[in-house]
């Protein structure tokens, strides 16, 4: 069948980034204030049941990868069967999850059994007491070590940091030298405003280039790699070492132009761009007895409306940058 999901600039939407829960475990300063947010009751999050039907549609209008999010998505009670029965769904050819790390490790016999083999951990320092500063949570040892367990156990492991100013900047070489010996993959992440805050907080000024530059000085070659149209992260390995490196311009967004992601959050917001208000609530929709059809539509609609890039969709949304990632869902 083909992608119904092409926007009025020809990208095409094959890339769900589907969250399950906006909870966590972490308090993360850029995700949520230490207090954590108003979380959603119960009754307002997508049941898994709902969250297997509108994957379904997704993947009748040419999705062919899912992305489960969160929050932290192993908090969420009954996710393994869901993950089961959403590896099922015709049409889809891959499922990654996004993690903090903390309960994957018990989860690996059966995510390996459903095929799913790509994980992506958060993990912003390789000190303890700086990851118990961003987190709030002291952790690091089994975050650390689950990361290598998932290794041993033939999972592709991405290591997701987020970058900034008093916090990190020192774990950004040690995070490359992790490489030199492990096929890891690690990203740099440009912080951005989406902490649950009122809007006021400071970004750090250490955007890609000054990462390029920052890790440029530290090596005596740097290889760039060869990057897929819609990947986000611009790739590079240090000669000779196992894994690769790569920076993510998330709040300079010079990756707009091949973007081909549409998000669903745990309450059925449906977004087709981060930085954009939501086009539709896919929940309600539900809810109201809409038919597969007509919940096409509304999806088809969403995206023919999709702004040319994050600036654009920012400005749509008035500004209003600062609801937490928790509930977006990355």
Known sequence: MNNKLVDKYGRQLNYLRLSVTDRCNFRCYYCMPEEGINFSRRQDLLSFDEMLLLSD???R???????????????RNGIMPFLKKLSGTQGLSEITVTSNGTLSDKYQVQLKQMGITKINISLDSLSRDRFMH???RDDFENVYAGIFKLLDNGFKVKLNC?????????DIIPFIDLTRNYALSVRFLEEMPFNGSDGSQVLSDWNYRRIQEYIAAHYTEVTPLINEDSST????????YEGSFGIIPSFSRTFCGTCNRIRLSATGELRTCLYGP???????????????????????AAVSAREANGF?????????????MSVLGG
């Open 312 to 324: 654009d969709a920012e400005a749509a949304n008035n500004g209003a940058t600062h609801t937490s």
């Open 134 to 136: 961003i987190t709030r």
């Open 162 to 170: 987020v970058v900034a100013d008093n916090k990190n900047i020192q």
């Open 57 to 59: 549609v997704f993947c």
């Open 233 to 240: 992260s611009v790739n590079y390995k240090i000669p000779g």
């Open 61 to 75: 209008l040419g999705v062919s990868k899912i992305r489960i999010t969160g929050g932290e998505p192993f908090v």
């Open 278 to 300: 939501s086009a539709a609530n896919l929940r309600d929709i539900l809810r109201s007895g809409a038919t597969i059809e007509e919940i096409e539509k509304c999806i088809i």
